[in-house]
Nanobody, 110 residues
Framework: QVQLVESGGGLVQPGGSLRLSCRASRTFDRYTMYWYRQAPGKQREFIAY???????NYADSVKGRFTISRDNAKITVYLQMSSLKPEDTAVYSC?????WGKGTLVTVSS
């Protein structure tokens, strides 16, 4: 079973930036990797994916502010988040190869 471990969450002020990382326990070159988030009291929401071809797709709510990328050599997928808003507050989880990470909490507040 593949393990995915997220990191990089924390408290940030509105308008700030954070970079999340998700490291896999084995190579994922051929797989599409995803980021999702779940805000308190809400359903899990798709944020972005990056295919093995490096094609990407984003939810409208984060388009232009978030960037997903991958480093296959480091078996890590990243989510660069900019212009953060209070409504971006959520637990961010990565998904791939049929497995979920446990998530990392991002809190956007002044």
């Amino acid at each position: 079973q593949v393990q995915l471990v997220e990191s990089g969450g924390g408290l940030v002020q509105p308008g700030g930036s954070l970079r999340l990382s998700c490291r896999a326990s084995r190579t994922f070159d051929r797989y599409t990797m995803y980021w999702y988030r779940q805000a308190p009291g809400k359903q899990r929401e798709f944020i972005a994916y990056i295919a093995d071809s490096n094609n990407t797709n984003y939810a409208d709510s984060v388009k232009g502010r978030f960037t997903i990328s991958r480093d296959n050599a480091k078996i890590t997928v990243y989510l660069q988040m900019s212009s953060l808003k209070p409504e971006d507050t959520a637990v961010y989880s990565c998904y791939g190869m049929g497995n979920w990470g446990k998530g990392t909490l991002v809190t956007v507040s002044s």
